[in-house]
């Protein structure tokens, strides 16, 4: 069972920025994907982005594209979200997935963050 715990969330005002972590205590995430995802008020629950376990095979909406950075190392992942737009404003959840070849051909996800609340408002 992998634990995943995200942080870094919170109001920020359009243009600014965030850094999302998602730390998996105790636990090596070497040969697991990481996905991340969103979900707005009233929409469903979208994938923008994720990473393969060789740290260099990442996908990005193109929503988020030139403006999200997607990194990791062993236990935690994390997201630099930058020029934030109000429709960025949504509760931002990770994903995890033993998974060896590239995450974007990953169509469930095993294990799931509690999700954290990033606000995008002035």
């Known amino acids: 069972q992998v634990q995943l715990v995200e942080s870094g969330g919170g109001l920020v005002q359009p243009g600014g920025s965030l850094r999302l972590s998602c730390a998996a205590p105790?636990?090596?995430?070497?040969?697991?994907?990481i996905g991340w995802f969103r979900q707005a008020p009233g929409k469903e629950r979208e994938r923008f982005s994720c990473?393969?376990?060789?740290?260099?095979a990442t996908f990005y909406d193109l929503s988020v594209k030139g403006r999200f950075t997607i990194s990791r190392d062993k236990s935690i992942a994390y997201l630099q979200m930058n020029d934030l737009k109000p429709e960025d404003t949504a509760v931002y959840y990770c994903?995890?997935?033993?998974?060896?070849?590239?995450?974007?051909?990953?169509?469930?996800?095993?294990?799931w963050g509690q999700g954290t609340q990033v606000t995008v408002s002035s």
């Open positions: 994903a995890t997935k033993e998974f060896p070849r590239f995450c974007w051909e990953i169509d469930d996800y095993d294990y």
């Open positions: 105790g636990f090596t995430l070497d040969n697991y994907a």
């Open positions: 990473i393969s376990t060789n740290e260099v």
